[in-house]
């Protein structure tokens, strides 16, 4: 036979060797996208089964303020009927690490801190439920919030917010609000408030006030958005906006008893009176 010429090779198998990589794969992705449902499913049949309820309750004679720190889940707060500070918390896992404990005139609740994700794998931290007597409505509330979501509905006196994220909802009355929000949403529907000091790092803040005319306001904005409603009536307002957005539909009284102070430095702020 005539001997192949000087230089010649054999055909290249390299479509063949490609074609096999993508099958093993599309095996490999396929196995793993089943295991992941699988082990999913897993948790989620664990979780359901493991789901609970703890309770705590605390004795309040003295108390005059409320601190929470809430580092997720979700806690509600509310006014009742009782005779004690009463925690009830509903969870998969770690319902009992909620905590309700009293120091001096202070109540404090706090939700678990999860670390490296066992949070979300054991089903997070739950959903807690705090009923205070009606004999505390007026107490002083600070609240520390890195994640979660809270909402409180009750009479307050100084109420200071802190919220790093999540999601914030208090309905009710207040003396004096302060509150500062980096990120995530907050709704604030209180009646007779005194003074407000709002602070927007980033997210978006509704603020309804209705009952007395404030005395003292003041909001700043550096991201994100407010929405500042506030009892009809005469305001002196002023405003120093370097970049962003004031929409005053409120008017301003220079020399009037009540004064609202807006600073925009990005975002925007919307100011307008009940209707």
């Known amino acids: 036979p005539d001997a192949p010429a000087p230089g010649s090779e054999p055909a290249s198998s390299g479509p063949r060797g490609s074609s096999t990589v993508v099958a093993i794969l599309i095996i490999v992705l396929g196995a793993l996208i089943v295991l992941g449902t699988i082990v999913g499913a897993v948790f989620s049949t664990i979780r359901a089964a493991a789901v609970s309820t703890a309770s705590s309750t605390v004795a309040v004679s003295g108390v005059d303020a409320l601190s929470i720190e809430l580092n997720a889940g979700s806690l509600t707060v509310e006014y009742a009927d009782v005779d004690e500070a009463e925690l009830e918390v509903t969870a998969p896992f770690g319902g009992d690490r909620w905590t309700l404990e009293r120091a001096g005139d202070t109540l404090t609740v706090a939700s678990p801190s999860w670390e490296w994700g066992m949070g ?134 220079p020399g009037a008893d009540s004064t609202i102070s807006v600073e925009v430095s990005a975002g925007q702020v919307m100011l307008r009176a009940a209707r």
């Open 120 to 253: 979300w794998i054991f089903g997070g931290s739950g959903r807690a439920v705090l009923v205070l007597p009606d004999s505390l409505e007026g107490l002083d509330a600070d609240v520390q919030m890195a994640a979660g979501s809270l909402r409180a509905d009750g009479d307050f006196g100084l109420v200071d917010l802190t919220v790093g994220a999540g999601e914030l909802t208090l309905d009710g009355s207040a003396e004096d609000v302060s509150v500062d929000l980096s990120a995530g949403r907050a709704v604030l529907n209180l009646a007779d408030v005194d003074t407000a000091d709002l602070t927007v790092s980033a997210g978006s803040m509704d603020a309804a006030f209705s009952g007395a005319q404030p005395s003292d306001i003041r909001a700043g904005v550096s991201a994100g958005s407010l929405t500042l409603v506030v009892p009809d009536g005469a305001y002196d307002v002023t405003s120093d906006v370097s970049a962003g957005n004031f929409r005053n539909q409120l008017g301003s009284d």
